[in-house]
């Protein structure tokens, strides 16, 4: 069956299926049809990133809305974070898109849904809306247009939600930087941080329609912690905080250039949640992408663990399931689930959590809340294609085999993913050993790039390897050594 949805919603090129007009018109009169089947009158909430396109998209999904009887309120730029809060705190909504393409670059974008709940809806749900799109029952159209509302002090809402949390602290123990991404949070977090009165510089808070992510935000410091490092120097600030395009990722960057991503924050806040009794069932959800001395660090500190196929969508259904409360990825999704309005990672919440362990503790170092956390060897590699691919490693030719040499070679392999990108045209490698250095394991992470880039015919495109153990992507003179 054909279908829109990827890993996290529907993503692509603008102005390319499935997001050219058409398609995106006809997506929302789909989505109203699958509404429709169990709400006479529903709600639906609507918000978007700084791109120019989310403006253009988000417009164009509200009239295919509107026209099919959907009543549209639209909360105008927010973080992802927000809309999934602001659908379970007013409990009124009966579903709520954020039109963004997260961490991704300008010319992408996509749309993330969800339901009552404020949770990425269902595969269930996504294959109904897919056969509403796809099939040729006839889709609800009324020339007169349902009525709508903006409602922009809703990111306002939300940041008071987040400022209510920490009323009582004391943050003048630390200075930050916080690096926006010239996204979703420029607004949002400036709130955030004045009404708590936290002492930060803020970057990246200008947003143009066309530089979000530019340079800035959470995956270029991933890249190059060395530029967020750079101006914690400059303005005399102990720890420098990094959100993506919507804020729904974060991670912290301290003096000494050291990254802490995702897998360092579920540690640091296993433990204090653990402390404070507040750890349901002991237990924290990860992904295959984390580091396996994430699951070493849990196992020394009685902690259990419960993993999960990469995707915050998926961490979210396992801490529901369970009834858990903290789970996430290392690209920086974290959800604690304290109540129910909390069911989506929150690059935000997840910054102020770890945040104000610092100011518990003035005379650590942010690596010293997570003490005994220790990453083995790791590498990601990001192999860029032409075009999208959904081929596995086993439909390309000599790639299992070359895969087999690979874990002989690598005496300590712990682990190899090989896998098509789902949300960008590109494939993915991860490759972790016990004690093998950094650079052998990019030697052969190379060695397998460009025998997929020979494959997919797209030799001599760009190839990113990220040490996921210090930050930084790794010099081809470093892989080669």
């Not at 974290?334 to 104000?356: E, P, S």
């Not at 942010?366 to 490693?393: D, H």
């Not at 040499?405 to 392999?413: E, F, H, K, N, V």
Request: net charge neutral; charged share 20%; proline share 3%.
């Amino acid at each position: 069956m054909q279908t829109l949805f990827g890993a996290d919603g529907i993503r692509g090129i603008i102005e390319k299926y499935p997001l050219r007009i058409e398609d995106v018109e006809r997506l929302g009169r789909a989505v109203a049809a699958w509404l429709r089947q169990n709400d006479r009158s529903p709600v639906f909430l609507v918000g978007a990133d700084t791109r120019e396109s989310s403006h253009r998209l988000k417009a164009v999904l509200c009239d295919g809305l509107t026209r099919a009887g959907i009543r549209i309120v639209d909360a105008g730029i927010l973080p992802t974070a927000a809309i999934s809060f602001l659908i379970a705190f007013k409990n009124f909504f009966a579903a709520g898109a954020m039109v963004s393409a997260s961490h991704n670059p300008i010319c992408e974008n996509g749309i993330k849904f969800f339901d009552q709940r404020g949770v990425k809806i269902h595969s269930d749900t996504e294959r109904a809306i897919d056969k509403f799109f796809f099939g040729d029952a006839r889709l609800p159209f009324e020339i007169r247009r349902a009525p709508g509302s903006v409602e922009p002090d809703y990111a306002s809402q939300y940041a008071h939600a987040l400022a209510r949390e920490y009323h009582d602290v004391d943050w003048s123990s630390h200075s930050v930087v916080v690096d926006c991404a010239n996204g979703a949070a420029y607004t949002v977090a400036p709130q955030v941080l004045q009404a708590l009165n936290v002492r930060c510089t803020l970057l990246n808070v200008s947003p143009d329609g066309t530089n979000i992510n530019l340079q800035a935000g959470s995956e270029s410091v991933r890249n190059s912690p060395r530029l967020l490092a750079a101006q914690l120097q400059k303005y005399n600030a102990q720890v420098g905080i990094a959100f993506d395009g919507d804020a729904d990722r974060v991670l912290f960057v301290d003096r000494a250039n050291r990254v802490y991503d995702g897998d360092m924050l579920l540690a640091m806040l296993a433990l204090r949640l653990q402390a404070k009794q507040q750890l349901r069932q002991d237990t924290v959800v990860y992904t295959q992408m984390s580091n396996s001395g994430l699951e070493q660090f849990f196992k020394s500190n009685h902690i259990f663990s419960r993993l999960v196929r990469n995707g915050d969508k998926n961490v979210t259904n396992a801490l529901l399931e369970h009834d858990l409360t903290l789970g996430g990825e290392e690209v920086g999704h974290i959800i604690a689930r304290t109540d129910h309005t909390r069911v989506t990672g929150d690059g935000l919440r997840a910054g102020l959590m770890v945040l104000n362990e610092l100011n518990r503790h003035p005379d650590l170092q942010l690596g010293y809340l997570a003490p005994g956390m220790f990453k083995w060897p790791q590498i990601n590699v990001l192999i860029c294609l032409g075009e999208r691919t959904q081929a596995s490693a086993g439909e390309i030719l000599g790639l299992d085999r070359r895969i087999e040499q690979t874990r002989r070679a690598i005496g300590d392999i712990t682990r190899l993913e090989c896998r098509p990108a789902s949300t960008e045209a590109a494939y993915r490698i991860m490759i972790e050993a016990r004690a093998t250095p950094i650079s052998i394991l990019a030697r052969h992470a190379l060695d397998l790039s460009q025998h997929i880039q020979r494959h997919l015919g797209c030799a001599g495109m760009s190839i990113r390897i990220l040490d996921c153990v210090n930050g930084g992507v790794i010099t081809p003179d470093s892989w080669r050594d």
